[in-house]
């Protein structure tokens, strides 16, 4: 019963890793060709509200002003918002040097980001708003591509493609960033064309204002809840992929997997504050992406555990559960390697930081699902720079 129990967990374990990493790829790809929902855009220009949040964000604000005011997109229809919460630095002094240009400062108290967001949405005059980082700096075209796509009606959200620039002096764990991008924007535009991708990108999102509904839990992805929000009113979520905000690669490995973990942890709770969406037979195959990405994703490094425990039991029963052993014995042996030279000519090796990014962000998601269940909440911001 014992060896069953093993075989079973080996086996199940193997099918569930596929199934996130290549199996829903596949059907989604299948799904998206079935479907093919192309968005009927037009080149408009309807009032925009950008918002963007701040807290403390002095080195890299004025920056982010410059870079809006110089897009191509008429001014008299672009209202600029900075959402000041509780900063402490020079960020306010530095927003309102450009009050002359129509930038308006909202400094609040120090509350949190989405309650920043909300009471900006409330002074906000357009009819589309678009949320962006601070840090986050936009090509000339981005704004049009992005609202481009709400001349179609079923669209309620746009989320935008965030890239990254490369920069040398980052550890490894930026390229490994970089890598798995790559790979996020493709299955972005296939869930697409599906219908909706999953949520938006804080980098850069936008939705229609009437469809905007505060979130009623603080503690989730602000992004995540103000997106969703758009597929539970029965609008589509999609992706435009010519809309670019450029953001620095991934920081300090340290400093990245305290990140994870708590975007994961606050995605995870965002999830449960958007369980109705779970329902496939109301949302179709938006449920599946939901469930599949957001849920079962987070669930890897377990089903690791297991994998790895389970064909070192069996490994000396057959040659199969053997050579599983090995193999991931040298690639966690590789992801060690990885991290030890992360900072050298040797961390960016291939077959070294995809180890050990792979490891990062699948231990950051298990220590943010423990946390999770151990009902830890990260109800603050604290943007890492």
């Not at 991708?197 to 505060?214: C, K, M």
């Not at 709770?269 to 179709?284: H, S």
């Not at 590789?334 to 000519?345: E, H, K, P, Q, T």
């Amino acid at each position: 019963m014992g060896s069953n129990l093993i075989t079973f967990g080996f086996w199940f374990s193997i099918a569930a890793i596929i199934y996130v990493y290549a199996g829903f790829a596949l059907l989604a790809a299948i799904v998206a060709r079935l479907r093919n929902r192309q968005v009927r855009k037009q080149p408009i220009t309807p009032q925009v509200s950008l918002i963007i949040p701040a807290y403390n964000e002095e080195a890299s604000i004025a920056g982010k002003i410059e870079n809006i005011l110089s897009v191509d997109y008429p001014l008299e229809s672009l209202e600029i918002i900075v959402a000041s919460d509780g900063s402490s630095d020079a960020t306010n002094s530095i927003v309102a040097s450009y009050a002359d240009l129509g930038v308006r400062l909202l400094s609040f108290a120090r509350r949190g980001k989405i309650f920043a967001m909300n009471d900006a949405v409330q002074q906000a005059t357009g009819e589309i708003l678009v949320f962006s980082d601070a840090t986050s700096l936009l090509e000339k075209q981005t704004l049009r591509q992005l609202v481009s796509n709400f001349a179609d009606p079923e669209v309620g959200g746009v989320s935008g493609r965030m890239v990254y620039t490369r920069q040398t002096e980052r550890d490894s764990s930026g390229q490994g960033e970089n890598l798995y991008w790559s790979y996020a924007v493709w299955l972005k535009q296939m869930k697409s064309l599906t219908g909706s991708i999953v949520s938006a990108s804080g980098a850069l999102h936008a939705i229609r204002r009437d469809l905007y509904q505060p979130p009623t839990d603080t503690a989730t992805t602000d992004d995540f809840a103000i997106s969703t929000a758009v597929v539970e009113q029965g609008y589509r979520l999609v992706f435009e992929s010519e809309a670019r905000a450029h953001e620095e690669p991934a920081p300090a490995a340290a400093s990245e997997f305290g990140r994870k973990v708590r975007m994961m942890n606050r995605g995870l709770r965002g999830v449960i504050l958007r369980r109705r969406l779970l329902n496939p037979f109301r949302y179709g195959f938006y449920s599946v992406s939901l469930f599949s990405q957001k849920l079962l994703r987070r669930l890897v490094p377990f089903f690791l555990v297991i994998l790895f425990f389970s064909s070192f039991l069996l490994s000396t029963q057959a040659a199969p559960y053997f050579a599983a052993f090995v193999s991931q014995a040298i690639f966690y042996t590789s992801a060690i390697v990885g991290y030890l030279v992360r900072n050298n000519r040797l961390g960016k090796l291939k077959f070294l930081y995809i180890p050990f990014f792979y490891c990062l962000a699948n231990a950051a998601a298990l220590v943010a699902v423990v946390k999770l269940v151990s009902g830890i909440r990260v109800e603050q911001w604290q943007p890492q720079r």
